[in-house]
């Protein structure tokens, strides 16, 4: 079990926390002016990296929504951060 | 008796029986121990052969001495006799053997061996079908009896705990890490699978600081607890997981067992050595035993493993156990495989053979008969490198040793003592001095093995199957295992992996680091489930959601069942389901039915963005609502898929109470907060979920108003003022009541929203209130009988996970809505505007047999059928004297009055496709 640190809670076990996608994902709009493409690409295409990611988590306990950065293969958590600025 | 308990047999004060004979043996003794101590010598049959198997090892590394053990009645299959503590009245039964270990009638089957090679079953049982013969080889090699009693009770504890070191084992190099991190000023955790901490020298003498090894390993462990440090024995550490993360297994006297799940900063293995046999013909016969386990059953047991004992060795650790036994009376002959042999011992010896099929009664020695009740083995140790691998360490090979040793210390893990190879004292201890007596050279099986030659002794694989594997070009060590079976018995082939993937070296011409090891997972012992379930079992697995009433309705006679993960009254009345239910649904329609609402979801959203938050997560409009109005609606998903359904109350421009379904309440939540921190200033908006905080109890039918009106609530319930989809605020007992008329019957309804704490004054008001008006408690099935009369939806029954709202004929914000919302783009999708897309309709069933849920509707084309849809929703309606059916039928809403097959487990049914509504489509009876 990962051990993953909330910047508001501090480090908890990771059955605390869901993932909640990938950072920098913006969400294409107004619907009518986005294609078929850039949509399904939006509900379906994740990068998926070996390595380095940065990604988007909630901590249940808190409710708070913050940026991760870990390792997919290390498993080593460089760091978390409040989406509201600010980190831990 | 060859084996046998040396000097006062007075403390022999526990009973047990083996195979039905009586035996005693001492406190402290392991079912093992106390067999030796009787002079047992066949404890078991081998898996696959029968073969007799004697006891091997002493610890977790025992192959052979698989038990039953009944204790109290209750029977634990598959123990290892050599780590489970004899407890007195314990009943153990040998396993794969009938009616004894000793005389075993499938023992014939050993003479049948060499049609038995590996890969025989996937050969020989293709045809017609494995399954046809499975029973019979399952019967024939098989382990212990479950018992069906054995379901011990929820009560393992599952400890979390967290320290600066954790020491696995507790031997001279564990404590030595233990010692130097307390005086570092760490917090330590020091764990031995052992009742008694001290490791290798609970059997080997040593002198430290100044004491003997005991002596010093005691005043250790007493000096850490002393310090406020844990030190847990018979403690096993199984699993090591990520960010140093480590399970361990506690047995407790008398307790249930515990598991500790304990995150450290640095972990310290010391997990120690395991010792390796050698390979030479029949050397599976009971009597031949490692060299360390008899060290430890004498040092240890004060049991003496024979009288006549040949000591067959590769390396120098094997002098001293042949000292000990001697002291202890054994007469012992070194037969020292290696060129140079020191005094007395035989130089160069090659054991030829093994005598006596149900023990040891003579080996050949190069050419020479030596007569003997017992062999042991010193093949050169293994180091325990387990929980190292499993945590992703890599290992090379050491020559010097014949053994493979970590490479490099991991983040947060070390890895010290035998179980990095260290094996002197001198080493562990880091005083320095000369290099370790030890001087292994290794006799790895070669091609021409000449008779058969045990490498696993548990699923019985040969050095002959070893080289059928390496003819059949199942060379990496991989395939190997999954080809003989080799490692993947129970005991994880602890004694036999080195020496099979050396054997398979020395066929392929690799050397042994180019053979390389298989994978090490855990748990690194075989752990009861128990422990790894802890209390998260039956009720406590995924415990129910209870009712603030639940104790009133179960007086009321409430049959409780699950909705949505609440246990919530299914009806009242006792065992006849269907009569009660249709008897609440009647009196629902005719006078009054009061229901236990307070699982609906009361989800608050406030602050100045709260519209805007709302809006943006519904598929309808929500902010344009007059205040104290309600607005029924949909939630999708980003697919555009219906997630939930629930009505909406505007409080004011800055206030809203979303009310969804029962069972989506966490969902519905996590979406919104979702939303709101990704999309919106979370500083201008708020969700907070209050449902435990209401509960909501609903009067739904024609006289329901009357019963509201006699609570005196405080609110005017004139249709002008408080009409369908409105609310008001009143007060109930003093304390806040809010009534919302929304109904999910299609009869007049009133929902009554309190704080828990008033529920019950509540429900016995409205009880008393609806004395007159022959009022009836309902419970779910009614009125999910009801609704389905009226052809409400029920998301998640009457959708499934491509129902999107213009598949309900709801088009309306699809084709009007200007802003954006979760799900909109979905909508316009090409998948979406398919004209083959599945609606909800109403089934209108020909004939009085209520149809299947999950029937499919059917259609032949070319005198091929395919599926057209299927029933979601049935019942027998009450109110309509009919059956009633809800479901999601290809082209439906077109397809209004057609009439259609519908097909369930071989019977066939016909319904015309209807409106959803079977009962009152105008809606009068809101206001009546």
Avoid at chain 2, 75 to 103: C, F, H, K, W, Y
Wanted: glycine share 10%.
């Amino acid at each position: 079990m990962q051990l993953f640190s909330c910047p508001f809670c501090g480090p908890r076990d990771e059955t605390e926390f869901t993932f909640g996608g990938e950072a920098g994902k913006e969400r294409p709009e107004p619907a009518p002016d986005v294609s078929a493409e850039d949509w399904s690409k939006y509900l379906h295409r994740v990068g998926n990296p070996r390595g380095r990611t940065r990604e988007i988590w909630v901590h249940h306990t808190c409710g708070e929504y913050f940026l991760m950065e870990r390792d997919t293969v290390s498993h080593v958590v460089a760091g978390t951060q409040s989406l509201r600025g600010g980190g831990a | 008796m060859t084996s046998h308990r040396i000097g006062s047999l007075a403390a022999e004060t526990l009973h047990f029986t083996f195979d039905g004979t009586r035996y005693h043996g001492r406190p402290g003794d392991t079912i093992a121990s106390a067999l030796l101590a009787n002079g047992v010598r066949v404890v078991g049959r081998s898996f696959k052969y029968h073969r007799p198997r004697g006891i091997m090892g002493y610890g977790v590394e025992e192959p052979n001495a698989l038990v039953d053990v009944t204790l109290n009645g209750i029977t634990t299959p598959n123990l290892r006799a050599t780590t489970e503590a004899l407890v007195d009245g314990m009943i153990v039964r040998s396993v794969n053997a009938s009616p004894t270990a000793a005389d075993d009638r499938k023992g014939f089957l050993d003479r049948f061996a060499q049609f038995l090679p590996a890969g025989f079953y996937y050969k020989t049982f293709i045809w017609p079908d494995w399954h046809r013969f499975e029973p019979s080889i399952r019967a024939m090699a098989g382990l212990g009896r479950l018992d069906p009693r054995n379901q011990p009770p929820a009560q393992n504890p599952q400890i979390a705990a967290h320290c600066d070191v954790l020491v696995i084992g507790g031997g001279p190099a564990g404590l030595h890490a233990a010692q130097q991190a307390m005086g570092e000023g760490k917090s330590v955790m020091l764990v031995d699978d052992q009742p008694v901490i001290g490791g290798s020298l609970l059997s080997r003498s040593a002198e430290i600081d100044g004491k003997p090894g005991l002596e010093w390993a005691a005043t250790v462990s007493a000096d850490l607890q002393a310090n406020g440090h844990r030190v847990l024995t018979d403690t096993t550490a199984y699993g090591i997981y990520d960010h140093n993360l480590v399970a361990l297994w506690q047995r407790r006297a008398g307790q249930s067992d515990a598991q500790w799940r304990v995150r450290a900063k640095e972990i310290v293995l010391a997990a120690g050595a395991i010792e390796r046999p050698l390979i030479f013909p029949d050397n599976d016969r009971p009597g031949v035993m490692l060299a360390d386990a008899a060290l430890s059953y004498l040092a240890r047991h004060k049991v003496l493993v024979g009288r006549r004992i040949v000591l067959a060795t590769n390396n120098d650790r094997a002098y001293p156990v042949a000292d000990a036994l001697r002291r202890a009376g054994a007469a012992v002959t070194i037969a020292d495989l290696r060129p140079q042999a020191s005094d007395g011992a035989l130089a160069s010896a090659k054991i030829e053979a093994v005598h006596g099929p149900k023990g040891v009664e003579a080996v050949t020695i190069s050419g020479q008969r030596i007569a003997a009740d017992s062999l042991l083995m010193a093949g050169g140790l293994t180091p325990s490198v387990h929980l190292y691998c499993q945590a992703g360490g890599k290992l090379t090979y050491d020559e010097t040793i014949a053994a493979f040793v970590p490479r490099d210390d991991l983040p947060g893990i070390r890895v010290v003592g035998a179980a990095a190879g260290q094996y002197a004292l001198t080493e562990i201890l880091s005083l320095g001095g000369e290099p370790h007596p030890y001087a292994i050279a290794p006799a790895w099986p070669q091609r021409d093995a000449k008779g058969r030659q045990w490498v696993d002794f548990q699923n019985d694989v040969t050095v002959k199957d070893i080289a059928l594997a390496e003819r059949e070009n199942f060379r990496s060590v991989e395939h190997l295992k999954r080809y003989t079976t080799l490692g993947m018995a129970t005991d994880q082939g602890k004694t036999s992996n080195m020496n099979g993937l050396a054997t398979m070296a020395a066929l392929t011409g690799q050397t042994i680091p180019q053979t390389g090891t298989t994978t090490y997972r855990p748990p690194f012992v075989p752990v009861p489930f128990g422990v790894v379930a802890g209390r998260r079992r039956g009720e406590f697995f995924n415990p129910v959601r209870r009712l603030v009433l639940e104790r009133e309705h179960r007086d009321a006679g409430a049959v409780f069942r699950e909705y949505g993960g609440w246990l919530r009254p299914a009806w009242f009345g006792g065992a006849n389901a269907a009569a009660n239910i249709r008897r609440e649904a009647i009196a629902a329609r005719t006078t009054v039915g009061i229901l236990d609402g307070s699982p609906l979801g009361k989800i608050e959203v406030i602050g100045a963005d709260a519209g805007a938050l709302v809006d943006y997560n519904s598929y309808n409009t929500l902010s344009n609502l007059k205040p104290s109005r309600i607005r029924y609606g949909f939630m999708l998903t980003e697919s555009g898929v219906i997630y939930d359904d629930g009505v909406t109350s505007k409080i004011s421009d800055e206030h809203y109470v979303v009310s969804c379904s029962s069972g989506h309440v966490a969902g519905v939540v996590a979406r919104l907060e979702e939303w709101r921190q990704d999309r919106f200033d979370p500083a201008r908006v708020f969700v907070h979920n209050s449902t435990p905080q209401w509960a909501t109890l609903t009067a739904s039918g024609p006289n329901s108003k009357a019963l509201v009106a006699a609570l005196g609530l405080g609110v005017d319930l004139d249709d002008a003022a408080l009409p369908h989809m409105a609310f008001a605020d009143g007060q109930f007992q003093a304390a806040p009541a809010r009534v919302s008329r929304v109904s999910f019957t299609g009869d007049r309804s009133y929902e009554i929203a309190v704080p828990s704490a008033k529920a019950a004054s509540l429900l016995a008001a409205m009880q008393e209130a609806g004395k007159p008006l022959d009022a009836v408690l309902m419970g779910s099935e009614a009125l999910l009988l009801l609704r389905a009369e009226k052809g409400y939806v029920i998301a998640g029954k009457d959708t499934d996970g491509t129902t999107m709202p213009q598949d309900l004929g709801i088009i309306g914000p699809m084709q009007k809505r200007q802003n954006e919302y979760v799900g909109r783009r979905s909508l316009l999708t090409d998948n979406a505007q398919r004209p083959d897309r599945s609606h909800f309709v109403g089934l209108t069933v020909e004939g009085d047999t209520t149809l299947p849920v999950g029937a499919h509707g059917v259609e032949t084309l070319n005198s091929k059928r395919r599926s057209i849809g299927f029933v979601t929703s049935s019942y027998d309606s009450p109110t309509l004297n009919r059956p009633i059916a809800l479901g999601l039928i290809e082209r439906g809403m077109e397809r209004k009055g057609e009439v259609i097959d519908l097909v369930h487990l071989g019977q066939t049914f016909r319904a015309r496709i209807a409106e959803p509504c079977a009962f009152d489509p105008e809606g009068a009876r809101l206001n009546a």
